[in-house]
């Protein structure tokens, strides 16, 4: 049992994926604490939480950042991975990831590649996810060098939020935004870059990322906001005339999603 690591569930409103989400949990070769955390404490949520003894807690949320920040605040160990409801980890996720994270005094947050899935079947590789395990490969290059880690960032965001592990010790005083609505993870890691420390990368797929129509990620491209808040971060990044040259190759990786 691994006592300084838990695993926060985000759950919201109905899905048909939670349970497997749990059971992903529960089937780790290397166990943790797990708890849920749902700012819609429906019986469904709970009923689940209660065959699977997890701790259920709940807070008024306002929004997905609202939401991970709420459910990082009943955390109480070194370590946090924040599992949504719709996607899954092989079982040697915890194992691998804590263990190199365990090896650097000065790791901020861990993460391990991943892999994709609709309608139960798992996506080949395509261009779009070739491009982000090259970015993830790049940026170990220098994984301890904030300039390094912001000039890969600078042409996307190829960390996988679900398949972050956060060293809480060394995030003080670290919120998501609460505004933002899909790029608040690349946000986050622009943030998060700031701080001394390093990024430790685990090159094992070890997440499945579910793609379906409800999820937050189809939602959020289907109404635009991706686009907007995408421009916004590549702004943090370049001058405008750049940003919008990058963003017109980006919104093409979105067509993955629909």
């Keep these: 049992m691994k006592d300084n690591h838990t695993w926060v569930i ?43 003894a997890i701790p259920f807690y709940t807070k008024q949320g306002g929004g997905i950042g609202k939401d991970w920040n709420n459910a990082i605040s009943f955390v109480e160990t070194k370590y946090a991975t924040i599992a949504h409801q719709d996607d899954y980890y092989e079982p040697s996720y915890a194992e691998k990831v804590l263990s190199k994270m365990d090896k650097c005094s000065d790791v901020l947050i861990g993460y391990s590649d991943y892999f994709e899935e609709k309608n139960g079947l798992k996506i080949p590789a395509n261009t779009n996810l070739k491009i982000k395990t090259l970015m993830l490969k790049t940026m170990n290059l220098f994984p301890s060098s904030h300039f ?54 685990i090159s094992d797929k070890l997440m499945c990322h579910r793609i379906h129509e409800e999820s937050e990620t189809s939602k959020t491209i ?32 979105q067509k993955t999603n629909n």
């Design 10 to 52: 985000c759950a919201y409103g109905e899905s048909d994926y939670l349970e497997a989400c749990i059971q992903s949990l529960k089937n780790q070769t290397l166990q943790s604490q797990i708890i849920c955390y749902s700012s819609t404490p429906l019986d469904s949520i709970k009923d689940l939480c209660q065959r699977y």
């Design 148 to 201: 390094w880690r912001n000039r890969v960032m600078a042409f996307g965001n190829p960390i996988c939020c679900p398949a972050v592990t956060y060293n809480l010790e060394k995030l003080k005083n670290f919120y998501f935004d609460e505004e933002m609505k899909v790029s608040l993870d690349w946000y986050a890691w622009y943030k998060i870059s700031e701080y001394q420390g390093r990024f430790v990368y």
């Design 222 to 253: 289907a109404d635009n906001t991706r686009s907007q808040e995408d421009l916004y971060m590549y702004q943090l990044f370049w001058p405008k005339w750049i940003a919008n040259l990058l963003m017109k190759q980006y919104v093409k990786s």
